[in-house]
């Protein structure tokens, strides 16, 4: 049988599968898996608010335990062989376990943390051991909550802090508080996170901690200091989500439920409730108990499936696109985003990643969106007036270097004063991020969407400062994508960016090296630990990169390679039975180089967009 009859029966699969998946308000909304550290990040938050785990809890142990290797460690990322930062955050997670399998698990990986060293300790692990007790919170470096009061002529500032900024707040508010009142008394702790702590201790003695000490005393002498704290709560509580989170983020949401807890339990109890009530609803439950996600991707979701229905779907999903462009619409936030802080005209406008997102949308998720609601406006005139103002949004938020970053614009790197680690994350420009922002800038530059014609001149001149951004990130030949994994991802997207630009580009080239990474069974892979190696490492095959370098081989004109032949065999032999295309493997940087994560729904997305543009690819040559 012809690979044109599969590719029908597959694309027919796939979005039945899409349009059997959106909900009864118009979105999508996969689940988001992460390694094990998610949920003994939610473990530990309850135990620092002393909250018992009830039966949820008991069934986040079974599914630690049962995620556990061999060895009594836990992995980043599947294949790595284990991660000592994740096997000890999981075994504080445990300690204390009301399982039978929590236990066994807890002592398994106390052996195994006996058996290796300390890692470096960096302000992440010095405030997670003073969490635990092992520290005393005077040798963990002191944030004053003034950081909130200061102004934005006076540097450092909160605004130069950049996405980072809420855990700050919520740090600073936990430093003074504990620094007030003292430290809660210390539990006995297993040898390795005494051998942690002791390292921990080292660090505290350098001069970053005994800089910060004088301010720790300063505070302390100063009443007006309380006033200071008290803003910096009210800071924190004007960007809590409607659900209850903060950055709709795990991560966050944690450090501010902390932060309120330590302040006045009582008095934010509700705060704290509806906060435990977010992370809640981003638990799923597996064959082995209950797991926790660190957000949840319905905006992405939407509008990713939205587009390829407007690709590859016909006449009967006008329905379903009107459903999920009403969805859209109204998740659409006009807060001032903490991002424009340093404007001198901010806009407003953006959406965010997930479902509540009013204080953080970001630059990727709103150019998908409006990639997907702009074909929608002309049949819709209400919305060109806050499309025109998404456009507008995206637009403020170009570097001046002419990149996008996520959530922020012309990142100051001050984070790197605190010495805080990889944990740290910082917000740089990406070339995929550009790439899909110039790419829909310039189709508004050259007018295909009516009702934009204000913006075409602004929007045709950012494109052409976008591509020429994405043009100089080219290292060795390709390009780097910070979020997905990480060179498959980003050489496809500064492909298609050089192309679309006129730019010049060693096409040949590109496509002569996604041909030699190809795995053995045709498809192709890549390990997250390729950023840190700083190179493409290879991994097993998964259907997200697969389709990512089909698609480079389509865009580069070679859908009648033989590598892209064998690339569209394996992911029609690779499809579930009911039309999905999952990954089992953590393909997407939550933090770049320490956590990854897997938005089960990209890569369904991804295999239909590859197979179907490898079809027309087909089609066209032949013609």
């Known amino acids: 049988m012809r690979i044109e009859t599969h590719l029908d029966e597959a694309l027919e699969r796939g979005l039945h599968w899409v349009r059997q998946r959106q909900r009864a308000d118009g979105s999508w909304s996969l689940p988001v898996r992460d390694d094990p550290r998610a949920t003994a990040i939610y473990l530990n938050c309850l135990r620092f608010l002393g909250r018992a785990p009830g039966d949820a809890g008991r069934e986040m142990e079974r599914d630690l335990a049962s995620r556990q290797c061999a060895s009594g460690a836990w992995e980043a ?11 000890a955050l999981c075994a504080m997670a445990l300690e204390g376990a009301a399982t039978d399998a929590g236990r066994a698990a807890e002592t398994r990986a106390r052996a195994w943390l006996d058996s290796r060293p300390a890692p470096r300790i960096d302000g992440f692990w010095l405030g997670t051991l003073a969490m635990s007790g092992a520290i005393d919170w005077a040798d963990v470096p002191y944030m004053s909550p003034r950081l909130v009061s200061l102004p934005t002529w006076l540097h450092p500032n909160l605004t130069d802090f950049g996405v980072i900024r809420l855990s700050l707040v919520a740090m600073s508010v936990v430093l003074y508080e504990r620094a007030r009142r003292g430290q809660p008394a210390a539990e006995a702790a297993p040898p390795w996170r005494r051998r942690w702590a002791e390292a921990a201790r080292r660090v505290s003695r350098g001069p970053m901690v005994r800089l910060t000490q004088g301010l720790r005393r300063l505070d302390l002498r100063l009443a007006a200091t309380a006033r200071h704290r008290d803003r910096a709560l009210t800071w924190l509580l004007a960007r809590q989500e409607p659900d209850g989170s903060f950055f709709s983020s795990l991560h966050m949401t944690s450090a501010a439920l902390m932060a309120l807890h330590v302040s006045d339990p009582e008095r934010y109890a509700d705060n704290i409730e509806a906060g435990l009530q977010a992370l809640r609803s981003w638990q799923h439950p597996t064959r082995t108990g209950l797991r926790q996600s660190f957000t949840d991707s319905t905006i992405w979701d939407t509008a990713l499936y939205m587009q390829i229905l407007q690709e590859v779907g ?7 696109l009107a459903r999920g462009g009403a969805f859209l619409m109204q998740a659409q936030t006009f807060e001032e985003a903490d991002c ?27 150019t998908v969106s409006l990639g997907a609601l702009l074909p929608l406006a002309q049949d819709n005139p209400a919305w060109r007036a806050p499309l025109g103002q998404a456009v507008a949004w995206l637009l403020a938020m170009q570097g001046s270097n002419g990149g996008w970053a996520s959530w922020d614009r012309n990142d100051r790197g001050w984070i790197r004063v605190l010495q805080g680690g990889r944990w740290f994350l910082r917000d740089t420009p990406c ?12 189709r508004i530059g050259r007018g295909e969407f009516p009702g934009l014609e204000p913006f075409e001149a602004r929007a045709a001149a950012a494109a052409r400062r976008g591509h020429r951004f994405v043009a100089r990130q080219r290292r060795r030949g390709l390009w780097l994508c910070r979020w997905f994994t990480h060179y498959t991802y980003g050489s496809l997207y500064g492909l298609d960016s050089a192309l679309e630009a006129g730019l010049p580009v060693d096409r040949d080239g590109i496509v002569g090296w996604f041909a ?8 192709f892979g890549e390990s997250p630990a390729a950023l840190e190696a700083g190179q493409f490492l290879p991994a097993p095959s998964t259907p997200f990169h697969t389709a990512v370098a089909l698609l480079a081989f389509v865009r580069a004109g070679q859908s009648r390679h033989p590598a892209a032949t064998r690339a569209a065999r394996w992911l029609i032999a690779h ?6 295309w999952q990954n089992e493997d953590l ?12 938005f089960s729904g990209t890569p369904h997305y991804y295999a239909l967009r590859a197979l179907a543009q490898f079809k027309h690819g087909r089609a066209a040559i032949a013609g």
Request: aromatic share 8%; charged share 25%; glycine share 16%.
């Open 314 to 320: 016909g006449g009967e999903d006008a329905a379903r």
């Open 77 to 87: 990322w599947p294949g790595d062989g284990g991660d000592s930062e994740v096997t």
């Open 587 to 598: 393909f997407a940087a939550g933090i770049p180089g320490v956590w990854y994560t897997n």
């Open 431 to 442: 070339p995929v991020l550009t790439a899909r922002a110039a790419h829909l800038l310039g």
């Open 516 to 523: 030699s990474i190809a795995q053995p069974d045709g498809g």
């Open 575 to 580: 499809q579930d039975p009911d039309g999905r």
């Open 340 to 366: 424009m802080a340093r404007m001198a005209s901010p806009e407003r406008g953006g959406w965010g990643f997930q479902r509540v997102a009013r204080h953080y949308p970001d630059v990727d998720d709103t």
